[in-house]
C-alpha cells in the first residue's frame, strides 16, 4: 500500500511539473511579437491578436511585375533538390502570382540537369550567373599560417563551419559582393531564398511594392542572436570605423539593438560590446541601393581589410544587420510579421486564419530550449524607444539578465 502511495504522489508530482513547463513553454518562451508589443505598448497600428495581410496602394499588375526586382539565390549543384523545395513553396505562395525572375548564382557553372528542372518549376524566367573568381576567391591578403591556426582555434571553440572556407568565402560574397554582380545592375529589389526553406501563408500583395510604396531598404522575418565566438572583433572594427566615419551614422539608428547587454549580458561580454542581435539573411526583401550606397560600402570595404571573414567566421546576417541599424533609420527596416517562413530549427509563424502548417509565434517549432536565442524582443524594445522619442511617452523597463 505504501509504495502505491508514494508512486501516486510522484506521478502526481510529475504531472504538475510538466503542466509547468508546457505553461511556461507557452506562455513566456514563445512569447509572441503580438504579446511582447501590447507589453511595450508599441503603437503598430495592427490588430492585437492576428496579424493582417498587409495593403499596398499597388499589389502589383500579376502579368507585369516591377522590371527592377528579382528573387535570388547562392545555390550549389548539389544543392538542386533543396533549391526545388524552396522554389515551390515560393511560386505556391507568392510568385505564380507575380512571376519575378529568378537569378541562380555559383562560384561553379551550373549543371544543365539543375537548369532543366529549375525550368521546369516556373513560369518566370530563369537566370544563371557564375560569380567572378575575384569576388570569391580568399585574397591574397591572407596569411595561410595564420588563418590555419584560427581554424583550429575556433575548431577548438565549437564554432560552425569554422574549417569550410567555402562558407567564409559565401559570407564574404554576401556581405560584399553579390550587389556588384552584374546580373543585378538593374535590379533594385531582391528577395533572397535559400535551400529547404517553408512558407505558411499565401503572400497576396506585392512585397518589392511593398518597399517601395512605404520607404523601406530593409526587411526581416527572423531576429536571433550569433555565436559570439564567431566574431569577437567584429564590433571593435565596427566602432573604429564609425570613429573615422561618424557621419555615416543614422539618425535614429538601432544602436540599442546592436549593444544591448540586458538580456545576455554575457554574449555581449564575449563578442567586446555587440548584442549580436541579428536579421537571419536566409531570408532578406531588401533595397540593393543600400548596400550600394557609400555608407555600407565602405564599412565593408574597411571589414574586409581586417580579413575577419576568414582569421575568425564573420556571417554576412551580423555584417548586413550591423550596416543597416547603424546607417538607417529603423523606420525603414520592416519586420515581415505577416510572412510565415521557417528555415532550419526557427520560424515566424503569424497568429492568422490565412498560415498552415505552423503553430503560431512558435519561434524554436523543434527545441524550446533554442527560445533563448530570440532577439525578437530586443528589437521591439529599440521600436519602443525610438517611438517613445517620436511620441513622447516612457517605455517598461527590462530587469537584466544574471
Given at each position: ?17 510538466v ?19 501590447r507589453a ?11 496579424t ?8 502589383g ?6 522590371n527592377d526586382?528579382?528573387?535570388i539565390?547562392?545555390?550549389?549543384t548539389e544543392e ?5 523545395y524552396?522554389?515551390?513553396q ?7 502570382k ?24 516556373t ?7 557564375q560569380?567572378p ?7 591574397g591578403s591572407?596569411?595561410a599560417?595564420?588563418l590555419?591556426k584560427h581554424i583550429l582555434?575556433m ?10 572556407l567555402?562558407y ?5 560574397w554576401y556581405?560584399?559582393?553579390f550587389?556588384k554582380?552584374p ?10 531564398v535559400e535551400p ?7 503572400i ?6 511593398y518597399?517601395?510604396?512605404n520607404d523601406?531598404?530593409y526587411?526581416?522575418t ?22 573615422q566615419?561618424p ?16 538580456h ?7 563578442a567586446?560590446?555587440f ?5 537571419w539573411s536566409n531570408?532578406?526583401i531588401?533595397d540593393l ?27 554576412d ?11 538607417e533609420n529603423?523606420?525603414r527596416?520592416h519586420w515581415?510579421?505577416?510572412i ?6 526557427y520560424?515566424?509563424c503569424?497568429d ?5 502548417g ?11 530550449w ?5 532577439c525578437r524582443?530586443?528589437?521591439l524594445?529599440q ?9 513622447g511617452?516612457?517605455c517598461?523597463?527590462r530587469k537584466?539578465d544574471?
Amino acid at each position: 500500500m505504501h509504495w502505491r502511495k508514494r508512486f501516486s504522489t510522484c506521478l502526481v508530482s510529475v504531472l504538475i511539473c510538466v503542466t509547468l513547463l508546457l505553461y511556461l513553454y507557452r506562455g513566456f518562451l514563445l512569447s509572441s511579437g503580438d504579446i511582447l508589443i501590447r507589453a511595450l505598448h508599441i503603437p503598430m497600428n495592427e490588430p492585437a491578436t492576428k496579424t493582417p495581410l498587409l495593403h499596398v496602394s499597388n499589389l502589383g499588375n500579376q502579368s507585369s511585375p516591377r522590371n527592377d526586382s528579382a528573387i535570388i539565390a547562392l545555390v550549389r549543384t548539389e544543392e538542386l533538390e533543396g533549391m526545388i523545395y524552396s522554389m515551390r513553396q515560393m511560386e505556391e505562395n507568392f510568385n505564380a502570382k507575380f512571376g519575378y525572375p529568378w537569378i541562380f548564382f555559383n562560384d561553379q557553372p551550373f549543371t544543365e540537369e539543375f537548369k532543366r528542372r529549375t525550368r521546369l518549376e516556373t513560369r518566370a524566367p530563369c537566370l544563371y550567373e557564375q560569380i567572378p573568381s575575384e569576388h570569391w576567391d580568399i585574397p591574397g591578403s591572407v596569411d595561410a599560417d595564420k588563418l590555419t591556426k584560427h581554424i583550429l582555434d575556433m575548431k577548438s571553440r565549437g564554432v560552425k563551419h569554422a574549417s569550410d572556407l567555402s562558407y567564409h568565402q559565401m559570407c564574404r560574397w554576401y556581405s560584399g559582393f553579390f550587389y556588384k554582380h552584374p546580373a543585378l545592375a538593374h535590379v533594385r529589389y531582391y528577395w533572397r531564398v535559400e535551400p529547404w526553406i517553408k512558407l505558411f501563408c499565401p503572400i497576396e500583395y506585392d512585397v518589392f511594392q511593398y518597399l517601395s510604396d512605404n520607404d523601406k531598404v530593409y526587411g526581416f522575418t527572423i531576429n536571433i542572436y550569433d555565436d559570439p565566438h564567431t566574431l569577437p572583433s567584429l564590433w571593435p572594427e565596427t566602432l573604429d570605423f564609425i570613429a573615422q566615419n561618424p557621419h555615416h551614422l543614422g539618425r535614429r539608428n538601432a544602436w540599442k539593438w546592436l549593444t544591448d547587454s540586458t538580456h545576455r549580458p554575457e554574449v555581449n561580454r564575449r563578442a567586446n560590446g555587440f548584442s549580436t542581435c541579428h536579421f537571419w539573411s536566409n531570408f532578406e526583401i531588401a533595397d540593393l541601393d543600400f548596400w550600394r550606397g557609400d555608407a555600407y560600402d565602405s564599412y565593408f570595404r574597411h571589414l574586409d581589410r581586417a580579413n575577419g571573414f576568414f582569421y575568425e567566421r564573420w556571417g554576412d546576417a551580423p555584417v548586413h544587420s550591423i550596416g543597416v541599424g547603424l546607417f538607417e533609420n529603423i523606420s525603414r527596416i520592416h519586420w515581415f510579421r505577416d510572412i510565415g517562413y521557417q528555415h532550419t530549427v526557427y520560424a515566424n509563424c503569424p497568429d492568422s486564419d490565412r498560415c498552415n502548417g505552423c503553430e503560431p509565434n512558435k519561434f524554436a517549432p523543434v527545441a524550446f530550449w533554442l527560445n533563448q536565442e530570440d532577439c525578437r524582443v530586443n528589437w521591439l524594445d529599440q521600436v519602443c524607444q525610438d517611438s517613445a522619442m517620436e511620441h513622447g511617452y516612457l517605455c517598461p523597463e527590462r530587469k537584466r539578465d544574471q
